[in-house]
């Protein structure tokens, strides 16, 4: 989400429109980015479960807020800030009333 808003933002402040893997690149890199850091938080994250004897229900919470919510977050965005840097208001398809 960084990355490509960080991009994004630049462009659009230059008036540049992107291809579409220049535009779609950093979001890949996100995703990328998101899962070397999940993979580095696995083995800590199992070992607190294992010693709290957490139960079903707690464990799927927990992974539900530390895995699924932020990956939601970082790649939603990240693609709202790819699909901006990409638009182009050119008018067409507007109605001239």
Not at 33 to 52: E, G, H, K, Q
Request: charged share 15%; hydrophobic share 60%; aromatic share 12%.
């Amino acid at each position: 989400m960084i990355l490509s808003r960080t991009l994004a933002k630049r462009r659009i402040a230059r008036g540049e429109r992107p291809g579409w893997f220049a535009a779609w690149g950093p979001v890949l890199a996100d995703a990328v980015i998101l899962l070397l850091v999940f993979a580095l938080l696995w083995s800590p994250l199992l070992t607190l479960i294992y010693v709290m004897q957490a139960g079903t229900g707690v464990t799927i919470l927990v992974f539900f807020l530390v895995y699924f919510v932020p990956t939601q977050v970082v790649l939603i965005l990240a693609s709202l800030w790819a699909a901006r840097s990409r638009w182009r208001d050119d008018g067409e398809g507007q109605s001239g009333a």
